[in-house]
């Protein structure tokens, strides 16, 4: 069990600096505050809105996403937050073909002007909201092309030889098993051959396969081995299985996969279909022992359509700074029934905004100083949409006034049915803060209490502060320069299958997930006195705890370890403004003083190359390799691959107009503990300038 409570942090650090920050060591939260927080946050609850909101197969741009979208609202309204009148029904709200595309006209939020765009007022009632992005395929937010809408009614894949049943063997159907149908399906009818191609994600797995007007049997991903097989080679359909190490422990299990089709893929787009290991391998073992196998599958329903994604937002406008805002995310998107993934988000910030109101309007809690903002969002694509609609969205670095956001993604994991374990994601290096040392204080403070439910599971608290990753939402507050803490389980065998439903959420780890969250957001919401000491405490230790490690393991990084040291330290300042952040030496042996200077990068190095960001927001992570030609983007599975997602979104944090290319790659060196060479990062960008995404500065320093 990993437990990094701030006392075993601080032992960390060496001397007298460890004793000093030590004895200054915070109280996360107030105890009286605490046992609120205890007894009111119900994990029970939340597993409640988490069985609610997976009835619905919520595809980004889907009519099932909407309806869960309108249960949230709902659930807010009921718990005194200010709704306007929403629309009729899905379809009256958003037929096909009812808007034109225009982005700029994206906000169909009633009452969601200029007033809230703007940041909430202390005189404005708790109020919540829906604010609708065009997405058809075509409406691009940031580097974010929209998915396209999507609604089917039905669909099947039966196997007609060779098959003794008459009429053929049914092998899946939706809307029995949602995810059976690979996302983002058009209609269609086929009755064809099948083709067996291996992994079928790969050029080479087609060469001498005549799949033209067939079925493709594959085990890759659905809409890699669909732009493959259809768009490249003229199959039919395509049929794939999960075969990678979860599949013999569990063969009938199948994997949500979707074709995400581009912009020009859209009128070729056919249909496909996701089956188990049970299943495909089967099929695969008849075409491989020879015998010839005839498949029927049709999809019926509207299929690709314009539609909409739809943010539901919420407020609790502060009462002495409701300029000042902490942000709650979680995406509320993802086939049914994804219940951990993420419906255990979304059912606790639900939960936590619904009792946090109650408490308020009970007088049992005080409003808070900073505004509560409440966002559910369709994953990246639709947080893209609402940051380009809200440019005012922003941390202090960039002129904003979003102070920090608590992401949860994956919360209730059943730790004694899936051997998880909680993890809260730092911050990188590139927007370094304390904010999750004090979400990890708060964990430590939750580690001690006794939180049990009726039905929940036994288990005790497992969890760990780890370094930065991405894969959700916080990256694009991050982007933003709003520090984000992630609220995720790893491992989880259930993560994108079948698998992941409702007895697999245990409401006890909803409850701590909860208390932690809810903790830290409040205590950033009311700088008090004490916080910005409590803060300065939590940078320091974290600091030391750093240097001393770099000292054991990579003396050659102490510089940077101290820069961080250094920039977390001042951004207690932005958390709490006007709070005096007094010198303090990094605490280092003097052995290793002469370490904390930065190596020098000579004058001409540090002037050329020097990239400017040409976007706002988190790159599509499709670039630059999408907008390559094939011999170009096919560099990335070799040499470039050292660049993988968190290097790349922190090589795009780190470009600011000023850093060089070379100062760049000594940065993520720095962070990744693994070399980067420069001129990978070189090409990577010269890549992105072809994309459109970055360009070159002709200043120099």
């Known amino acids: 069990m990993a437990r990094r409570v701030v006392v075993l942090v601080l032992a960390l650090a060496t001397g007298a600096a460890a004793q000093s920050m030590q004895s200054a060591a915070p109280a996360p939260l107030d105890p009286a505050l605490r046992d609120l927080f205890h007894e009111a946050l119900s994990g029970e609850l939340a597993k409640e809105h988490v069985i609610a909101i997976t ?48 982005t700029a006209a994206a906000a169909r939020a009633p009452d969601a002007g200029a007033r809230r765009a703007g940041g909430a007022r202390a005189s404005d009632p708790a109020a919540a909201w829906i604010e609708s992005y065009p997405s058809d395929g075509h409406a691009v937010y940031g580097t974010w092309q929209s998915p396209s809408g999507w609604d089917i009614d039905e669909a099947e894949l039966r196997l007609l030889a060779p098959t003794d049943e008459p009429g053929g063997e049914r092998i899946v159907g939706y809307p029995e098993i949602a995810m059976s149908v690979i996302t983002y399906s058009n209609a269609g009818d086929v009755t064809a051959p099948l083709v067996w191609v291996g992994s079928g994600d790969h050029e080479e797995d087609y060469a001498g396969k005549d799949v033209a007007g067939k079925f493709v049997l594959a085990t890759g991903y659905g809409g890699a081995v669909h732009r493959l097989a259809v768009l490249g080679h003229g199959a039919a359909a395509v049929v794939c299985f999960l075969d990678d190490g979860r599949a013999a422990d569990h063969p009938d299990m199948l994997q949500y996969t979707g074709m995400w089709p581009r912009t020009a893929e859209l009128e070729h787009t056919t249909f496909g279909f996701n089956l188990t290991h049970r299943q495909g391998a089967r099929l695969r073992d008849l075409l491989l022992a020879g015998k010839d196998v005839t498949l029927r599958g049709y999809v ?7 539609y909409w994604m739809d943010v539901v937002c919420a407020t609790i406008p502060g009462a002495s700074l409701p300029g000042e805002e902490i942000v709650f995310t979680a995406h509320l998107d993802h086939p049914k029934e994804s219940a951990n993934d993420n419906a255990s988000g979304s059912g606790a910030v639900l939960d936590i905004a619904c009792t946090l109101k109650r408490l308020i309007d009970s007088g049992r809690l005080p409003r808070p100083a900073r505004t509560l903002r409440f966002l559910w969002v369709p994953e990246w694509n639709g947080t893209q949409a609402y940051i380009d609609a809200h440019p005012e969205f922003t941390g202090p670095q960039l002129g904003g006034s979003v102070l920090a956001g608590l992401n949860m993604d994956m919360v209730g994991e059943n730790l004694e049915l899936l051997h998880s374990r909680l993890q809260i994601t730092r911050t990188p290096d590139s927007l370094p803060s304390p904010v999750d040392d004090l979400v990890g204080a708060m964990a430590g403070m939750v580690d001690g209490l006794d939180v049990r439910t009726e039905r929940g599971g036994q288990s005790t608290l497992n969890w760990d502060l780890t370094p930065y990753s991405g894969g959700s939402d916080h990256m694009m507050l991050i982007d933003r320069k709003i520090p984000a803490v992630m609220f995720s389980h790893s491992p989880d065998y259930t993560h994108h299958t079948s698998e992941d439903t409702p007895d697999k959420v245990d409401p006890v780890e909803l409850e701590r997930c909860e208390i932690i969250a809810t903790g830290a957001g409040w205590r950033l919401a009311n700088p008090d006195a004490t916080l910005a000491a409590d803060l300065l405490a939590l940078a320091e230790a974290d600091g030391a705890a750093r240097l001393q490690r770099v000292a054991h393991e990579r003396r050659g990084w102490l510089w940077h370890a101290a820069e961080l040291w250094d920039a977390e330290r001042a951004s207690v300042a932005q958390l709490v403004p006007g709070a005096t952040i007094p010198p303090y030496p990094p605490p280092v042996s003097p052995a ?6 930065q190596p020098q990068i000579t004058a001409v190095e540090a002037t050329l190359r020097v990239p400017v960001r040409a976007t706002r927001g988190v790159l599509d992570f499709g670039l630059p390799e999408s907008r390559l030609p094939p011999e170009r983007a096919a560099w990335y599975a070799g040499d470039g691959k050292v660049l993988d997602g968190d290097v790349r979104f922190e090589a795009a944090n780190f470009t600011d107009g000023v850093r060089s290319i070379r100062e760049i790659a000594q940065l993520l060196e720095a962070e990744f503990g693994r070399k980067v060479p420069p001129d990978v990062v070189s090409r990577y960008f010269d890549d992105l300038v072809t994309a459109g995404a970055m360009s070159w500065s002709n200043s120099t320093r």
């Open 55 to 102: 009835r619905n197969h919520r595809i980004q741009g889907s009519r099932g996403y909407r309806e869960a979208a309108r249960y949230v609202i709902g659930r807010l309204r009921d718990a005194g937050y200010a709704v306007p009148a929403l629309p009729g029904t899905p379809a009256d709200f958003a037929a096909a073909g009812d808007f034109d595309g225009d």
């Open 300 to 306: 019926k329903g509207r299929g690709l359509e314009p």
């Open 592 to 597: 290793d003083a002469g370490l904390l200077q």
